[in-house]
């Protein structure tokens, strides 16, 4: 079975930084996925923020977090990271990791539920106090 562990997330102050994990099992980065973040504010919808090519190593980002995240995977650990800098009370919510089989050539589609997504980590909570 496939499963995504996220951890990493907590309260920090403006302009503080965070690292997000998310570590996958029950597939390999040798398969073709799509890998990435979404998240969740309170009484808003849940929104991609960023994602990568377990293949090769191409990445998305939505408009609101460009330059200020970057995401990076690790293959030996099957392991995606989202650094997140410069953060902003607006960037608190719930993150949680995805993957959807097959989504890794066309990363913004897979951002925007084209595909759907197969597979959802459970949440990790970003609060950005200002």
């Known amino acids: 079975d496939v499963q995504l562990q996220a951890s990493g997330g907590g309260l920090v102050q403006a302009g503080g930084s965070l690292r997000l994990s998310c570590a996958a099992s029950g597939f390999t980065f040798d398969d073709d996925y799509a890998i990435g973040w979404f998240r969740q504010a309170p009484g808003k919808e849940r929104e991609g923020v960023s994602c990568?090519?377990?293949?090769?190593?191409?990445?998305y980002y939505a408009d609101s977090v460009n330059e200020r995240f970057t995401i990076s995977s690790d293959n030996a650990k099957n392991t995606v990271y989202l650094q997140m800098h410069s953060l902003k009370p607006e960037d608190t919510a719930v993150y949680y990791c995805?993957?959807?089989?097959?989504?890794?050539?066309?990363?913004?589609?897979?951002?925007?539920?084209?595909?759907?997504?197969?597979?959802w980590g459970k949440g990790t909570l970003v609060t950005v106090s200002s």
């Open positions: 990568i090519s377990s293949t090769d190593g191409s990445t």
């Open positions: 995805a993957a959807t089989p097959g989504a890794g050539i066309w990363l913004e589609g897979f951002m925007n539920y084209i595909y759907g997504i197969h597979y």
